[in-house]
């Protein structure tokens, strides 16, 4: 109990710590796609005509993709955050009476959006949906007549291994993604109030198991870092092209330029949820116990993506000029390294700050054996296609 006692102080110590840092933290986002021209190819006679536009037209997607799921991605996550300790009675007893188990399970916020993000116009509306997974081993035990804790702790790098890719082709772009590395630590604790004890109606029929009001601290945290690959063609590029023989000879030439930029992206993400429930529990038959309530996360913390990467363009078409002495003279050949590219970007994002939710769990006992299944709706209106689903396994003695 001792030992307990004082992780549940530590614990506490170190989220009030983060939830002051994480709150200090603004939110905001910067990308550039920084373009070098290569003067060995283009030499002193070949120029772009306007390099700013050049550069705006390459960062429009990254920008314009941060900018549509600054609130989603970190969302997803906040909503896995609470994860973690299912269990079906109203109660644990006090030590020696104890529980312990497993539970995983996985989130996702605004679902809809995979309809967006599979059509072929991802370049006009680059959204995608939110979501999470988490996991973890948690232990509980009473510690009065009506109150209970359990915590729970999880390092993802015990359980997973890392084989994940993702690519997709969309119009004249093309997105790889490769996890290269990840690591993620999951949290917690819950203590629970029991506002009303156990009654039974009828045996081994039904019984109403008691209602509960629960405050949960959760917090996570997990880098991942990808190799990435961006390729996009922007049509249309123009090009001032002057006679070397006669600077005052100049025409304009556009050509479409490919820019293919590879290099890192790490997604650091830290999240520390309180969440308050009420829930009421019944038992029918004994073998099955149900639990449902509201509950509301509130969210604190962040999601910083930041992108290293760079690359070349190269041009689809010859740039010539007409000259009075030699007539049509090319300058620079078709698909050659007209410049250098390096793209960065840094984004920090935050969660929704208050996520109202429904709970329906189902619990079976199997003696010290129990098993739970667990779904959670997100009651705010304009966000139905979103949901927390998790299952579980623990022993009750």
């Not at 550039?32 to 772009?48: E, K, L």
């Not at 116009?121 to 510690?143: C, F, K, M, Q, R």
């Not at 429930?277 to 004994?286: N, R, W």
């Not at 969210?299 to 990467?309: P, Q």
Request: aromatic share 12%; net charge negative.
């Amino acid at each position: 109990m001792k030992i307990m006692k004082g992780y549940a102080i530590f614990l506490f110590k170190a989220l009030l710590i983060n939830l002051f840092l994480l709150s200090a933290l603004a939110v905001y986002g910067e990308t550039s796609f920084t373009i070098t021209p290569n003067t060995a190819v283009m030499g002193p006679f070949v120029d772009f005509q306007d390099l700013g536009d050049t550069q705006s037209k390459f960062e429009s997607i990254p920008n314009l993709f941060f900018s549509k799921n600054s609130e989603v991605l970190p969302t997803g996550m906040a909503l896995s955050n609470t994860i973690g300790y299912p269990n079906g009675k109203s109660i644990i007893k006090p030590f020696p009476h104890f529980e312990f188990g497993a539970a995983a399970g996985g989130s996702v916020y605004r679902l809809s959006r995979k309809d967006d993000f599979t059509k072929d116009d991802l370049e006009d509306n680059p959204v995608i949906p939110g979501g999470g997974v988490n996991a973890s081993i948690h232990a509980g035990t009473g510690i009065a007549k009506n109150i209970d804790i359990t915590f729970k702790f999880f390092v993802l790098d015990m359980f997973y291994s890392k084989t994940k890719s993702f690519d997709k082709t969309d119009g004249d772009s093309y997105y790889m993604a490769e996890i290269s590395d990840t690591n993620a630590i999951s949290l917690g604790c819950k203590v629970r109030y029991n506002l009303l004890k156990k009654k039974k109606n009828a045996p081994m029929l039904f019984s109403l198991g008691g209602a509960t009001l629960n405050l949960g601290f959760d917090y996570m945290y997990n880098i991942v870092k990808t190799q990435l690959r961006y390729d996009k063609t922007v049509t249309g590029i123009t090009f001032d092209v002057r006679d070397p023989f006669d600077p005052g000879n100049s025409t304009t030439q556009t050509t479409d330029l490919t820019g293919s930029v590879t290099g890192t992206a790490e997604v650091n993400t830290s999240i520390f949820s309180i969440t308050p429930e009420i829930f009421v529990y019944a038992d029918i038959l004994y073998l099955f116990s149900f639990y449902t309530g509201p509950s509301v996360s509130v969210n604190f913390g962040n999601m910083n993506i930041n992108v290293l990467s760079s690359g070349t363009l190269t041009n689809s078409s010859a740039l010539s000029v007409n000259t009075s002495s030699t007539g049509t003279l090319e300058l620079v050949g078709a698909n050659e390294e007209l410049a250098a590219a390096q793209f960065t970007s840094t984004n920090r994002m935050e969660p929704k700050r208050f996520i109202p939710k429904w709970t329906l769990g189902l619990e079976l006992n199997l003696w010290v054996l129990k098993l739970q299944a667990e779904v959670t709706a997100i009651l705010t209106g304009a966000y139905k296609d979103s949901v927390i689903a998790q299952a579980g396994v623990r022993f009750d003695f």
